[in-house]
C-alpha cells in the first residue's frame, strides 16, 4: 500500500499513520491506537473499512464498560464452565442458535439481561437446570 495519498476535496497530502484516538460514551472515555490517513497538521483524517473495524471494536468496548455488559472472553468464559456449546446456550437462555457466536466473536454486544443472566449462572450454575427444564417444557 502507498503511503501518502491526498485528500480528495482539499488536495491536502495525507500519510498513513497510527494515532491516539480518544472516544467518548456515556461519560466513559477510551484512548485507543487508530490507523488511519492523516493529513500533517491537525486537519480531519480518513480511514478504511479495515481502519474502521478497530474504531468499532474500540465503541463496543466502551459501550460494554458503560452500561456493564459481559465482555466477549468473559461470555465464553461462562458458557464454557455451564458445559454448554454455543447453539445450546443461545436457544436455553436467549437470542437464537447463532446469538453466542456473535456474542463470543464481538461482532454483537449481549443485552444487559443475557450479561445479567449469564452472571447469575457463573455463580449458581445449578439454576440453569432450571432454564433447561423450562425451555424443554415449552
Known amino acids: 500500500m502507498e503511503n501518502v495519498k491526498y485528500d480528495v476535496e482539499t ?11 480518544t472516544i467518548t460514551y456515556q461519560g466513559h472515555s477510551k484512548t485507543f491506537d487508530m ?12 480511514f478504511t473499512d479495515e481502519d474502521l473495524k ?15 455488559l459481559l465482555l466477549p472472553a468473559e ?3 461462562i458458557r464454557k464452565r455451564l458445559k ?10 436467549g437470542g437464537g442458535k447463532k446469538a453466542f457466536q456473535k456474542y463470543e466473536s464481538g461482532e454483537t454486544l449481549p443485552s ?3 450479561s445479567n443472566l449469564l452472571r447469575v449462572l457463573s455463580k449458581e450454575p445449578s439454576l440453569l437446570n432450571v ?6 417444557a415449552i
Open 11 to 21: 488536495g491536502e497530502r495525507l500519510t498513513r499513520d497510527i494515532r491516539p484516538f
Open 75 to 77: 461470555i465464553r468464559s
Open 84 to 93: 454448554l456449546t454455543q447453539v445450546q446456550a443461545g436457544n436455553i437462555l
Open 131 to 136: 432454564l433447561s427444564t423450562e425451555t424443554v
Open 112 to 114: 444487559r439481561a443475557i
Open 35 to 46: 490507523p488511519g490517513w492523516y493529513p500533517a497538521g491537525e486537519g480531519e483524517a480518513t
Open 54 to 68: 478497530i474504531y468499532d471494536k474500540a465503541i463496543k468496548e466502551l459501550k460494554a464498560e458503560a452500561e456493564h
